[in-house]
Antibody, heavy 123, light 107 residues
Framework: EVQLLESGGDLIQPGGSLRLSCAAS????????MSWVRQAPEKGLEWVSS????????YYADTVKGRFTISRDNSKNTLYLQVNRLRAEDTAVYYC????????????????WGQGTMVTVSS | DIQMTQSPSSLSASVGDKVTFTCRAS??????LNWYQQKPGKAPNLLIY???SLQGGVPSRFSGSGSGTDFTLTISSLQLEDFATYYC?????????FGQGTKVEIK
């Protein structure tokens, strides 16, 4: 069964840092681009960042560029999101998501979503 | 960045109704458009990819159409389990974006 399991969410003060992790199983992790999507309380979905499967190319939303870093360890089947200089507006559930098709040169729909991990930024 | 605008923001409908809502891109995105359904407290679920392809396991009452900048999602006969929020997403650009969502409520 294909699964994504996020961890690392916490209550953190403004300006703080966290590292979110996503453990993947049930598919050949290195073959797929992966992304993070977040959802603030009672708000819509916001794409945060994506990373290629084999290329490792990274992309970020303007709202997080320069503060967040996406990475992956294909030997551990794990996706990461390092979040720094956190702001109140970063408070959200962070979802780890898998691209629908293996490396094909562009990003696809997200066919598998994790259950999400909550990041709360508050003093 | 490519902006995605969904309309309406919400709608009320009854079981059995045919429901259609739209998603408009700020520039041509060919057919790089996907639709997701999200129920409260749950992760989103992929319904339609590349504008009109039905994801496996999704009921055939869901259909998508469009290309370029204008897209629609249609539910041919609304069921109780379809009351949810629906999001469109473009994957034309590497800077992926979602629409703001359309909430389908019970009339």
């Amino acid at each position: 069964e294909v699964q994504l399991l996020e961890s690392g969410g916490d209550l953190i003060q403004p300006g703080g840092s966290l590292r979110l992790s996503c453990a993947a199983s049930g598919f050949t992790f290195s073959n797929y681009a992966m992304s993070w999507v977040r959802q603030a309380p009672e708000k819509g979905l916001e794409w945060v960042s994506s990373i290629g499967g084999t290329s490792g190319d990274t992309y970020y939303a303007d709202t997080v560029k320069g503060r967040f870093t996406i990475s992956r360890d294909n030997s551990k089947n794990t996706l990461y999101l390092q979040v720094n200089r956190l702001r109140a507006e970063d408070t959200a559930v962070y979802y780890c998501v898998k691209d629908q098709f293996p490396n094909n040169g562009h990003f696809d729909a997200f066919d598998i979503w994790g259950q999400g991990t909550m990041v709360t930024v508050s003093s | 960045d490519i902006q995605m605008t969904q309309s309406p923001s919400s709608l009320s409908a009854s079981v059995g109704d045919k429901v259609t809502f739209t998603c408009r891109a700020s520039q041509n995105i060919n057919t790089y458009l996907n639709w997701y359904q999200q129920k409260p407290g749950k992760a989103p679920n992929l319904l339609i990819y590349t504008a009109s392809s039905l994801q496996g396991g999704v009921p055939s009452r869901f259909s998508g159409s469009g290309s370029g900048t204008d897209f629609t999602l249609t539910i041919s006969s609304l069921q109780l389990e379809d009351f949810a929020t629906y999001y469109c997403q473009q994957t034309y650009s590497n800077l992926l974006t979602f629409g703001q969502g359309t909430k389908v409520e019970i009339k």
